[in-house]
């Protein structure tokens, strides 16, 4: 099902901003986690005997944000007005102004993963948590210059500090990236650059399917999305 053309630039192969090398988590979460949810976006619920609780690993619950858009609005993860009807995954993009990778990465962005995957019910967040330099207080009017400069088409949020979103890079290497399915389970997370986006949009491309022979480690596709067997 690949969407894109295979070949990248020898430049976008960048390390994370910081010391910690990438480290990806891709794949099917847990055999023992059932498909939580209710509403095409609506909150998981916790269900610890289920094996559903919230975290940050693959299989974990998402717990999910309201940030404002550079503009001010606020924007509520699982709020059924900002997921398409046909809704499969959410990629949640987390980075910075003064990090080399997110630069990168978001000048791919719009191309090669929110346009690329529309069709397939796919949303695509970036949240920014600093301004020019790590810890600075990040503006409205950077946000936004942030979103003409690479020619974003996806909601951008802010996340001054990344009060909300910091558990997903804790030692602060960034970008980091997470995709969340439409049940509220995270199935990926990369804290660390994504290669040009090709570890990325790999992992997006194993979780989409058109039919169960799309689908590895007998998962069955269920409304263009694979899914643990029940």
């Given at each position: 099902?690949?969407?894109?053309?295979?070949?990248?630039?020898?430049?976008?192969?960048?390390?994370?901003?910081?010391?910690?090398?990438?480290?990806?988590?891709?794949?099917?979460?847990?055999?023992?986690?059932?498909?939580?949810?209710?509403?095409?976006?609506?909150?998981?619920?916790?269900?610890?005997?289920?094996?559903?609780?919230?975290?940050?690993?693959?299989?974990?619950l998402f717990a999910g944000f309201t940030l404002p858009t550079c503009d001010g609005v606020p924007y509520a993860f699982y709020d059924d007005a900002?997921?398409?009807?046909?809704?499969?995954?959410?990629?949640?993009?987390?980075?910075?102004?003064?990090?080399?990778?997110?630069?990168?990465?978001?000048?791919?962005?719009?191309?090669?993963?929110?346009?690329?995957?529309?069709?397939?019910?796919?949303?695509?967040?970036?949240?920014?948590?600093?301004?020019?330099?790590?810890?600075?207080?990040?503006?409205?009017?950077?946000?936004?210059?942030?979103?003409?400069?690479?020619?974003?088409?996806?909601?951008?949020?802010?996340?001054?500090?990344?009060?909300?979103?910091?558990?997903?890079?804790?030692?602060?290497?960034?970008?980091?990236?997470?995709?969340?399915?439409?049940?509220?389970?995270?199935?990926?997370?990369?804290?660390?650059?994504?290669?040009?986006?090709?570890?990325?949009?790999?992992?997006?491309?194993?979780?989409?399917?058109?039919?169960?022979?799309?689908?590895?480690?007998?998962?069955?596709?269920?409304?263009?999305?694979?899914?643990?067997?029940?």
């Amino acid at each position: 099902m690949q969407r894109w053309p295979g070949l990248v630039p020898a430049g976008w192969l960048l390390a994370a901003c910081s010391a910690a090398p990438p480290a990806g988590d891709a794949g099917p979460p847990g055999r023992d986690a059932p498909a939580g949810g209710g509403a095409v976006c609506g909150a998981p619920v916790e269900d610890p005997g289920a094996g559903l609780v919230f975290g940050t690993s693959r299989g974990a619950l998402f717990a999910g944000f309201t940030l404002p858009t550079c503009d001010g609005v606020p924007y509520a993860f699982y709020d059924d007005a900002n997921c398409p009807a046909n809704y499969t995954l959410t990629v949640v993009s987390i980075g910075a102004l003064w990090c080399g990778p997110c630069q990168m990465e978001s000048a791919l962005l719009t191309d090669r993963v929110t346009n690329a995957y529309v069709d397939a019910g796919v949303r695509v967040l970036q949240i920014l948590v600093d301004g020019d330099t790590p810890g600075s207080p990040l503006r409205p009017a950077q946000c936004a210059e942030w979103v003409a400069t690479y020619g974003l088409v996806n909601p951008e949020l802010m996340d001054p500090g990344g009060a909300a979103t910091n558990a997903f890079f804790p030692d602060g290497t960034l970008p980091s990236t997470v995709i969340v399915d439409r049940d509220g389970i995270i199935r990926f997370y990369e804290n660390g650059a994504s290669m040009g986006l090709v570890t990325l949009t790999a992992a997006i491309e194993s979780l989409l399917c058109e039919a169960d022979a799309d689908c590895a480690g007998g998962e069955r596709c269920d409304r263009g999305l694979c899914v643990p067997p029940r």
